[in-house]
């Protein structure tokens, strides 16, 4: 149950509802443009890349968490 709860509150963590990736250089170059079009792409590339080392660190603590589980079982 705790197990749950912990990922349940990552996942309100890292999933806000608007996400905000530019920098502040990135921002004022694209902005300076005037193409809102180009702006909004490069803001959902960063994000889009930004979600795999999550998914690669939270597959390695789960096989972690689960070769624990079945050592504590194992043992009792």
Known sequence: MRFKII????????????VEAQCAMCRA????EGSEATAQGINDGIVYLMIFPY???????????RSFKKKKTSNS
């Open 7 to 18: 990922f349940f509150t990552i996942g309100l963590i890292f999933l806000p509802t608007l």
């Open 29 to 32: 170059v694209l902005e300076s």
């Open 55 to 65: 998914v690669l660190i939270g597959g390695i603590a789960f096989f972690i968490y």
